[in-house]
């Protein structure tokens, strides 16, 4: 330990011997990872925002359904309908971690006003149960819906678009009902509004439930949907669920497996956060290594006459490598303290971005440095200098004694 320490305060002073050098190094390795927590934190954000926008405008965080609903309910819905009101929803309900639960009604139809017809994608909903977990939607005209039975419906703002409606017009839903009879309603169109999902935008709608259970002559909902204190309860909170339910009887799937747009644009930004890192990477061992390279070459008479007095060659090597450390420790501590200071300035101001593909809307970024991305960060500067260090510490290690000491003479 003592020799470990020793070695330290040695490696210490060898940098300090050329401080304009050493300081070029580190803050190299200083600007690669403030670049990497950089990225790496706008990324964060965007997954954050995305995934608690997708849950709070769409799928809440746990969906109950019936067996195989998701796979075979698209083209026969009613055929796994719930009950209106079951013991099941209580014992959800006193789940601990669930905020709220709302019976949800799918259906589908045309939506017609005058002489234009438009195929539409609804959702009969309890506007009161609902407001928690639509707290992301935006009315973008008129108002929300207010009553289970009121005869209003409130559209996409692409759907409103399409068959030219506007706040206070009557429009006729048009359905083929539970029996396949087909079926019709009028209602007035409350107002329209805009989730993160512009495809979803395009073609859905939304009604009191009870109007929707009367244009399909169903009594029931095809899925409840809960909302719970916080996401990262999910798993917790479906296994209580699960515990409670017959598997025979519900489904319990969470939010992650519904969320296919999330899930790919995860897939896709963490790709390119991985790329980046390698970028820089690269640059660090670079730089690093050529600092290396020319401290053991103005060294070498220093290095031969170690080695003639008795300092093994791993010695040489390990001395080496512990300033590539040193260097990697400085920068890594300097670049993440100087990553969260930007961040929290860069998130103070915003980042305007435009509308990204499959959305309706830009929005303003922002920064999230969390613990285990700047560990990421500090993780990767020490790694990449250490990895610099190897072969200038190889090199130096394997130093022919007579011609070191023969060098500048």
Known sequence: MTELASEFTIATRNLRRNTKRSFVAVMTV????????????????????????????????????????????????????????????????????????????????????????????????????????????????????????????????????????NTGDTVVILATAANGSPNAVEVKVAGTFATITKDFDDNALRMPIDVARKLMRVDGATSWVALLDRTELTGQSIATIRSGLPEKDF?????????????????????????????????????????????????????????????????????????????????????????YGLGEAISAIGIPMPPPPGMARGYTGQILVSGSLALDGMILALVTTLLASVVPAWKASRMNIVDALRCNQ
């Open 30 to 165: 200083a600007g690669g990872v403030i670049a990497y927590v950089l990225a790496g934190g706008f990324i964060a954000w965007v997954f954050q925002d995305m995934r608690e926008a997708t849950i709070h405008s769409q799928l809440g965080h746990i969906q109950i359904v019936r067996p195989a609903y998701f796979e075979k309910g698209i083209s026969d819905p009613y055929s796994f309908l719930l009950p209106g009101k079951s013991e099941a929803q209580n014992l959800i309900e006193k789940t601990p971690g669930v905020r709220s639960l709302t019976p949800r009604l799918a259906f589908s139809g045309l939506i017609s006003l005058g002489d234009t017809s438009v195929p539409f994608i609804g959702e009969g909903i309890d506007p009161v149960a609902e407001k928690p977990i639509s707290s992301r939607i935006t009315m973008t005209n008129g108002r929300e819906l207010q009553g289970a039975k009121e005869a209003a419906v409130i559209l996409g703002e692409g759907l409103a678009h399409n068959v030219c409606a």
């Open 251 to 339: 489904q319990i799937v969470p939010w992650s497996e519904l969320a296919d747009f999330y899930n790919k644009t995860v897939v896709l930004f963490s790709r390119q956060v991985d790329v980046v890192k390698v970028i820089i990477g690269l640059i660090i061992i670079l730089t690093i290594s050529n600092t290396q390279t020319m401290s053991v070459l103005e060294r070498t008479t220093e290095i031969g006459t170690s080695l003639a007095i008795g300092l093994r060659r791993k010695g040489i090597m390990r001395l080496f490598l512990l300033e590539g450390v040193l260097i990697g420790a400085a920068g890594g501590a300097i670049g993440v303290a100087l990553a």
